[in-house]
């Protein structure tokens, strides 16, 4: 039997960047400076899959634009989901520069004015009656503080989370994750009692029903993947909470009914539902919280990315009230948990998506790619699926669109040819064209990136 510790992980969360694509398209874009850079990078930072070794080296970043060493300048359709205010906002900037003159730092056993306004904004915006907040540096270790609240006031500690998720690179995070990247093969045993299913997926059900153009056909699956969560719960009897993010970042939008049927089958066993809306929460998918389009409120709901508005490190979990139950311990007791810095930039982040329109743009802007891509989907055979919701959208790539073979290859070649042309994106799940533009994204950016898709994906065709 082939040793474990040498099986490459199923493709998930990124492109390799070791294929041999890479290196060709390495070859043919990058100057000597640029390859200076990266041999001197990789010599020093640790390998990793999608990391290290790095495509390039990038030396500015504006609005919905970087730019790299070699002077190629790419709109930025990727972004780690972080830019949603684009990079660089003018006033982002100086609320950061007027918050360190004033209080650069405040030891966490002190309260300060800009982490409290922090605060009360969020408890402000948050669906529902999420009205306790926790800050943290990064959204893996919000997530593992969602999960100490939980066991702390059910007193169970098992979890239901789904395959192909990610919440987090850090232990706990890890192992309510489904993405054998961060969980598998070499890290060894994980958190006990993290029990896992079968995600929402209507073009790919893993259930085995069938789809009507990618969407659930209802009166066939009775919505089985909700059912089976149920199914778990009452098996299980003692699960704390199901984890999840409303919607899927691969992506994947649930279907119908999905969320309320979850919330109601956790209502009935006692579980806490939690949101990781680290991707997609503060207006990605065209309301400020991807849950409020399933008209549902978890009991939790984690942020990040985003909210540092693509400048500085902070993530926050929200909870109801009743789940402040840790007094006599520290569930988060982190060094910059209240730093006034990055609470400032995430207060003024928040501020300018509300004061530009940025959620409603999303969502107009999202509905005009989604058209557009759909339509580019009735002139080409490979594209098996478009799907998405306000600027989270996927474009699925295949051989055949009957048997819907992933086209693993042909994904990987249109996404070189559209950064030479100078569109950035990343691929999930080997052939899901993954396309997360900023919120301040116009009409004219996105058709320069339908016509480069376009191009690549006809060049791309005819060349494999």
């Given amino acids: 039997m082939k040793n474990s510790k040498n099986k490459l992980p199923a493709a998930s969360e990124g492109e390799s960047n070791i294929s041999a694509m890479r290196t060709e398209w390495e070859e043919n874009n990058h100057n ?5 850079i990266l041999k001197e990078d990789a010599s020093y ?19 919905a634009y970087i730019e790299d060493t070699n002077g190629r300048r790419y709109l930025d359709f990727h972004g780690n989901n972080v830019h949603h205010i684009g990079y660089g906002h003018p006033k982002l900037k100086k609320a950061i520069s007027e918050q360190m003159d004033s209080l650069p730092f405040a030891p966490r056993r002190f309260a300060c004015e800009s982490a409290l306004a922090l605060a009360k904004k969020l408890v402000e915006i948050a669906p529902g009656d999420l009205s306790k907040v926790l800050f943290t540096t990064g959204g893996s270790d919000a997530i ?30 890890a192992s309510v994750g489904g993405e054998q990247l961060f969980r598998s093969h070499l890290i060894g045993p994980l958190l006990s009692g993290t029990e896992h299913v079968a995600p929402f997926a209507c073009y790919r059900c893993p ?3 069938p789809d009507l153009n990618g969407e659930a056909q209802l009166e066939i699956c009775q919505t089985t993947c909700a059912n089976f969560v149920r199914y778990v719960l009452e098996k299980e009897g003692d ?12 992506p994947y939008i649930p279907p119908p009914g999905y969320w309320k049927m979850v919330r109601q089958a ?13 991707p997609t929460g503060l207006g990605k998918t065209g309301k400020m919280f991807a849950c409020e389009h399933e008209d549902v409120v978890p009991d939790m709901l984690v942020l990040g990315k985003a909210l540092g508005g693509g400048i500085l490190p902070v993530a926050a979990v929200l909870a109801k009230a009743e789940l402040d139950v840790g007094g006599e311990f520290a569930f988060g007791h982190y060094t910059h948990e209240k730093n006034p810095v990055t609470a400032k930039a ?18 107009v802007q999202g509905k005009y790619l989604l058209e557009k891509l759909n339509l580019l989907k009735t002139k080409h055979s490979t594209i098996g699926d478009v799907r998405g919701r306000g600027l989270l959208i996927g474009v699925e790539l295949v051989l055949n669109q009957k048997e819907k073979t992933p086209a693993n290859e042909l994904a990987e070649a249109v996404l070189y040819r559209c950064l030479s042309k100078g569109l950035s994106f990343k691929l999930t799940m080997g052939n899901v064209m993954t396309l997360t533009p900023p919120l301040m994204i116009n009409k004219e950016q996105i058709d320069i990136a339908l016509e480069i898709i376009e191009q690549s994906l006809s060049e791309a065709e005819q060349t494999l």
């Fill in 45 to 63: 930072f640790l390998s990793q899959s999608v990391s290290s070794p790095c495509l390039s080296v990038i030396s500015k970043a504006e609005g």
């Fill in 32 to 36: 000597s400076k640029t390859r200076t």
């Fill in 207 to 209: 259930y085995g029903y």
């Fill in 346 to 363: 995430a207060l003024t982040t928040i501020k300018i998506i509300e004061q530009e329109g940025m959620v409603e743009n999303a969502e």
């Fill in 239 to 250: 699960v704390a909470a199901v984890i999840a993010e409303p919607a899927r970042a691969v």
């Fill in 266 to 278: 956790c209502n009935d066993h006692g579980t806490l539902l939690i949101f990781d809306e680290i």
């Fill in 144 to 173: 593992e503080v969602a999960l100490k609240i939980s066991r702390a006031a059910t007193g169970r500690h098992k979890t239901i989370s789904f395959w192909d998720a990610f919440h987090g690179a850090g232990f706990g995070a």
